[in-house]
């Protein structure tokens, strides 16, 4: 039997209360499992960065439940959500969200020595992550040095900086040409099949989505199979 990575399980969530509700997930089901790759395609305002909040444990779901790795965490406490979430879970965003000051490498060694490894086992795996992602030569560089598809790469190889066991990416290529979109798209696929990770990655990019996995999109505030 496949590992799970991430399991929702009749997840609900809404804002706001009485006539001005929201529904955004309404007994929502979904797996993940290691190695896979699923992409998560809806319409702006449809609820997809609260679903992607929802499984890295920055939100809590108002009903049902989220399982990382096998492990239900609506009783866990908010310190071992952020210690789980530390751990567990790599995140990549629209923009790239790198701090200016610092180096692509440094960007990507500061998560791991906070993780508590040394300065000199972190820039080593940092540099080996910039290398696998074709941007080694471009270490040294701050990120306002970088191209945006370079920066997007070096905030791919910072969510992976720590073995995260599942990955979420917010329209990881939504600010990118689609030649570039392939380039950065390439890199996050086979960082994930390489590591033997799981991913859910939120898109409006049907080309890329197909290359995922599965796709699914959010019907009525549940997660449902779509082919496109």
Do not use: W
């Amino acid at each position: 039997m496949s590992e799970i990575n991430l399991e929702l399980s009749g997840v609900s969530y809404a804002y706001g209360k009485g006539k001005t509700k929201l529904q955004i997930l309404l007994d929502a089901n979904l797996v993940v499992k290691k190695g896979e790759m699923v992409a998560l395609i809806a319409p702006s305002g449809a609820g997809k960065s609260t679903l992607l909040h929802l499984g890295g444990l920055l939100d809590r779901p108002q009903g049902g439940e989220v399982n990382i790795c096998a492990q239900a965490t609506s009783g866990l406490s908010d310190r071992a959500r952020t210690l789980m979430r530390r751990s567990t879970v790599g995140f990549v965003y629209q923009f790239h969200h790198l701090l200016p000051e610092f180096s692509a490498l440094e960007n990507i060694a500061i998560p791991q020595m906070i993780a508590g490894k040394s300065a000199n086992e972190a820039k080593k795996h940092a540099q080996g992550l910039l290398d696998i992602l074709g941007v080694g030569p471009r270490s040294k560089h701050r990120p306002t040095e970088l191209s945006g598809g370079e920066q997007q790469r070096v905030a791919i190889a910072r969510a992976a900086a720590n073995s995260p066991k599942l990955i979420l990416a917010d329209e990881p290529t939504g600010n990118l040409d689609p030649e570039t979109s392939n380039l950065v798209f390439d890199a996050l696929l086979n960082l994930i099949k390489g590591n033997q990770s799981s991913a859910l990655i939120a898109t409006h990019d049907h080309d890329l989505a197909r290359r995922a996995d599965r796709i699914v999109t959010l019907k009525d505030g549940a997660l449902v199979p779509v082919k496109l």
